[in-house]
């Protein structure tokens, strides 16, 4: 997963040592949140030098990257860069976003045949492994 330049978070086919680098590794900044059920809210940024890269929604398909400092505490539900993450199993989670209800982040192909970070809706009783994101043990 790497933050391209046109705000994008992309999937490339990186080696071992490309992936080492900052960028390409994502950071879970974790909220205490004892008023809902949904799951563990979270905040998802790459470092890119001394600047955090936030995952941010920006329509109910689209995701984007935008440059924040993740916030101390949270008064709106409804953040454009918070998520509920809930277990799937194992090391795969979802992350769904609280600002457009019922949509997760997942991966879609793009137009030039790689995979982007999108928000996705299922059905209420689909299992779509697309909203399936693993994190790799480190």
Do not use: W
Not at 29 to 54: A, W
Not at 100 to 118: A, H, R, T
């Amino acid at each position: 997963m790497i933050h391209d330049a046109s705000c994008a978070f992309q999937v490339e086919d990186l080696d071992s040592v490309e992936r080492q680098n900052p960028d390409c590794r994502f950071h879970i900044q974790p909220y205490k949140d004892s008023s809902h059920n949904q799951g563990n809210p979270v905040m998802l940024y790459v470092q890119k030098n001394d600047e955090k890269i936030m995952v941010c929604c920006r329509n109910d398909r689209e995701v984007c990257a935008k440059k924040m400092e993740p916030p101390k505490n949270i008064q709106d539900e409804g953040h454009e860069a918070l998520f509920y993450q809930t277990d799937v199993c194992g090391d795969m989670y979802k992350f769904k976003s609280t600002k457009y209800k019922g949509s997760f982040l997942g991966f879609d192909y793009d137009e030039n045949d790689l995979y982007k970070l999108v928000l996705l809706k299922p059905a209420v009783d689909e299992v779509d492994e697309r909203c399936h994101i693993i994190q790799p043990l480190v």
